[in-house]
């Protein structure tokens, strides 16, 4: 399912963030990322955001996560940019460069 998300989602940017409710840094991050989404919805320039929470590990072991939070940048079902850590500025200019 998480391949087929990738896929159908075409040239659009699909940022996926890798976290867990006992990690403190991811949950600092999740609010400044869901309001991000809202942000970048109707963007027309940059690719629409996509907000897709992975909490399987097969699907973290899939995409070779070693830490949280990690966040992963795909288009075209190909991954373009990943960066672990809570670095809301780091988050937010990956967003708009890709």
């Not at 075209?76 to 990956?94: D, I, M, Q, R």
């Amino acid at each position: 399912e998480f391949e087929t998300e990738l896929v159908g989602a075409g040239g659009k940017l699909i940022v996926v963030d890798f976290s867990a409710t006992w990690c403190g840094p991811c949950t600092m991050i999740k609010p400044y990322f869901h309001s991000l989404s809202e942000k970048y919805s109707d963007v027309a320039v940059h690719a629409q955001l996509k907000i897709v929470f992975c909490l399987f590990q097969d699907v973290a072991t899939h995409c070779d996560v070693k830490c949280m939070p990690t966040f992963q940048f795909y288009k075209n079902g190909k991954k373009v940019h990943e960066f672990s850590g809570a670095n809301k500025e780091k988050l937010e200019e990956t967003i708009q460069r890709l």
